[in-house]
């Protein structure tokens, strides 16, 4: 039986007789004496057989390698004053085999190095591929451990603390509108009809609030068939919640709470409340996106009422046009950011480009105020604007002002990943801080030019704003982000509850009432037998914890990732199927190779 596991072994253990289960990290022969690091989940620790003091490990050690699997009985000891590591938690000790008994050998070259020594870069498709291997590996291990205590945290705090229930909610469910693609699956016993994966459990959980359970959660597994990015996945989980009878205010006090809790039992952070809360407009109006990273300034300033009759046609044509301009001020950028980077072919240029924009205007302000620039703004500004632009930006000797001009979300987007890339060149970010805060007052809809039409900005059960029902196309939603560091980490809203406000959203997105009683009648019909206003927010885990594990990609945050193309490298999946399979559930695949090619 084992008695302790490697990592925890400690002083305190000093002359106990331990039996450790685990993989051989590293073999070291020095002298005659062989020294084992031995490695399990919690970490590793060092293992000595020697000839005369533990004369019948000395010939089981011999034949050991690298990730052999091994069982070891022995004393634990004091290490020499000489070979104490402070950088392990098992450096006082070692422990002189008894015996060491080899449990599996390992019968083909390893495709990459696992011991905790190795700090060679593997290739990813190749972590992947071995993703076994890769988990017994340092990084991984110390992830999914990172991993293990929020998902521990989040239950503790919500059923201990504040009285949640957790529920499991359908994964076969049916698809509906407005929102990612669905997957879909094939019913054997119903032909021609789909199940969808759920991409969230958002009826379920507010049919759970009709229902009487007023404080649901569940760590949920979610599916959408989109596009991948490094922090996206086609499966992801995440921490649902919903609460009945409490408002905005109360939900993010109680989340507040949460989020201090988790980082302080994971990491031992403390964590200040409340955070800092910003509504959508004024972050837009700040930072240009609504998940800003406040760790540093570079705040844009709008001057489209300052250049809107100035005879530079760039910036008034913009206005005129129903657009913006606005600055980025960068304090001291006039000595690290050259011309050749701001025009065609520069690196800031093409993040301009690639977010929409045309390009980027400039002036670089001098000693006592004087400026330099493209002639076409300093001929077409008068000196009184000038001033005016210098004040508004805050801008002293060194600063180089970055222009933005052509319509709202292109300039906003522009100036958005232009700040993030200056950031980090110029290293303004502080590497250790923690910035949270809540990104409040979402509109309700956003415009689909492609079908003519407005749709939920977050989803269509989300409540109006009070103040804002007279014209629902306009509206502001009672809608609330939870930004951590510039990543979105949590969103959720206070909920529609009353059956006549929820037909009027479906009017608004151009759902009409046969469409939405076939789509959401059950839900709709539930209204009318005393729902309670409720509201909630779902937290998306693999992000968390790839900020909390300084990763930059949420594949180091799960067990077992896809690609960006939305394969699992380790199984080859997805995969063909057997044509009889596909008959006994009525589908035919249309799917012609010849015509990608």
Known sequence: ???????????????????????????????????????????????????????????????????????????????????????LPTGEVEIYADTIELLNAVRKPLPFQVSTADV??????????????????????????????????????????????????????????????????????????????????????????????????????????????????????????EMSFMDQDEILALNEALVAHIFQTVQGRDIPQPFPRLTYAEAMDRYGTDKPDTRYGLELVDVSDLVQDC?????????????????LPIPGGNEQISNVRI???????????????????????????????????????????????????????????????????????????????????????PADQLNLLWVTDFPMFEWNEDEQRLEALHHPFTAPHPDDMDDLGTARAVAYDLVLNGYEIGGGSLRIYQPEVQQRVFDTIGLSTAEAQDKFGFLLEA???GTPPHGGIAYGLDRLVMLMAGEESIRDAIAFPKTQQARC?????????????????????????????
């Open 343 to 429: 025009k065609p072919g520069g690196d800031l240029f093409k993040i301009a480009a690639a977010a929409g924009a045309k390009g980027l205007a400039y002036i670089r302000v001098r000693a006592e105020g004087a400026i330099d620039t493209i002639g076409a703004i300093k001929d077409n500004l008068a000196p009184d604007q000038m001033q005016e632009l210098l004040s508004r930006t805050g801008a002293t000797e060194g600063t180089l002002l970055l222009f933005g001009a052509g319509p709202t979300d292109i300039v906003n987007a522009t100036l958005d990943r232009v700040r993030q890339a200056i950031a980090k060149e110029m290293d303004l970010i």
């Open 1 to 87: 039986m084992r008695t302790h596991y490697c990592g925890t072994l400690q002083a305190s253990h000093l002359g106990e007789t331990v039996t450790l289960f685990g993989w051989v990290d590293r073999r070291r022969d020095h002298g005659g004496v062989i020294f084992i690091d031995l490695r399990d989940r919690t970490g590793v620790v060092q293992i000595v057989s020697d000839p005369e003091r533990t004369p019948v490990s000395y010939p089981q050690a011999d034949p050991l390698r690298n990730e052999y699997v091994v069982k070891v009985q022995g004393r634990v000891s004091q290490r020499p004053e000489a070979s104490l590591n402070p950088k």
């Open 120 to 241: 060679e870069p593997v290739r990813e498709d190749l972590r992947l591929r071995y993703r076994y291997l890769d988990l017994r590996r340092e990084r991984m291990a110390h992830n999914m451990q990172i991993r293990h205590g929020v998902i521990k945290a989040m239950r503790r705090f919500l059923e201990d603390d504040e009285g949640f229930v957790e529920v499991e909610t359908p994964v076969l469910t049916r698809s509906t509108p407005e929102g990612a693609r669905d997957y879909l699956v094939p019913s054997r016993v119903n032909p021609g009809e789909f199940y969808a994966l759920p991409q969230s459990p958002q009826l379920f959980k507010q049919l759970l609030m009709v229902s009487g359970l007023d404080r649901y959660y569940q760590i949920a597994r979610c599916f959408r068939d989109e596009d991948l990015r490094a922090d996206r996945q086609p499966e992801f989980t995440q921490l649902d919640m």
């Open 311 to 327: 005879g530079f046609k760039v910036f008034s044509g913009a206005v005129a046009a129903g657009g913006i301009v606005k600055v």
């Open 527 to 529: 209204f009318e037998y």
């Open 569 to 597: 490298l380790l199984t080859q999946a997805p995969s063909s199927v057997d044509e009889a399979q596909l008959k006994e559930l009525s589908v035919a695949s249309t799917y012609d190779p010849e015509a990608d090619e």
